[in-house]
Structures are given as C-alpha cells and as structure tokens.
C-alpha cells in the first residue's frame, strides 16, 4: 500500500539514491538547484511516497522571493521509481504538497517543468512571465500557481532562496 508522508532523516539516502536515478549525475547542475543550495525545504513541506518501507516517490518544497519581493515556494524535484510510475503517485505528492502549502498559507508555487503534465494541477506560464533564475532556463518552463489570488501579481525580476540554511556537514578530525 503506498503512503505519502512527511520526509524522515531515515529516508534521505534512498531519496537521492532516486534523485540520482531518475534525474541522472547532471541534477545537480539544474538553475532551480542554485535555488537549493544551501537551503532546508520549506518547514513541513518535504514528501515522500513510500509502498511498505520502500521509498518510491519524493517532492519538496523550497522558499523562494521575487525580485520584487513576493514570497513563492519552489517545488521541485518531483520524482517517482521507475517500477512505480504511470500509477498516480507523483500527482498524489503534487496534489498533497499544494494541499500542504495552502494550509501552510503560502501564497504561490512556482516550478521548471513540462506544461502539459503541471497545467493539471493549475500550473501555467502567464503568472512567471515577469520572473527570472540564477542562470539558462527554458522561458516555456518556467511555471507558477496562485494559491492566494493575486499573490504574484507584479511579480517580476530574479528569484532568489529565502528558507532556512542548512548547516555546513561536520568534518572529522584527523
């Protein structure tokens, strides 16, 4: 039975272990990434679909701004074991994390991906029309969802990480 729930720090090596395979080594080299580092997911807002103690499905949400200073988060990367796709576990942790952030009281999401497949859940180019990333990104990708009415309405310029900083790993002694 598959189960969407909150991440656990037990689940963060399979969870890259299925980033890795699904987005290949070059994941890391993504503009939306440069929105990530050095960030913590938005509080509350990291997912995993799991089937039993497997994990099979991730999605995570991070805090962004716009150049003119809208709050947003950015989701991202949505990702499904290959064994489990086309069974509607990537749109169930879509649909769960705006669930999630619209209780949360975020006003907006935006994300990089294939228009045809977020256009589903309310996603569209128009709202991020105005924004930009911290480096080469596909205009046609770049797409944003109002959770709040309004909330990116002259939303324009250079978006930029506002969450919380993750903590620099622990070095060991010599």
Known sequence: MITLRQERPADVEAREALLDQAFGGSRDRKTSQRL???RLPAEGLSLIAADGGRVIGTARLW????GTGQPALLLGPVAVAPDCRNRGVGAAL??????DARRLGHGAVILVGDAPYYSRFGFAAEKAAGLKLPGPFERHR???LELIPAALDAASGLMRATGRRAQAPQRRAA
């Open 63 to 66: 805090n962004v701004a716009c």
């Open 94 to 99: 879509v649909r769960r994390a705006l669930r």
């Open 36 to 38: 990530r580092d050095g």
């Open 142 to 144: 770049l797409l944003a």
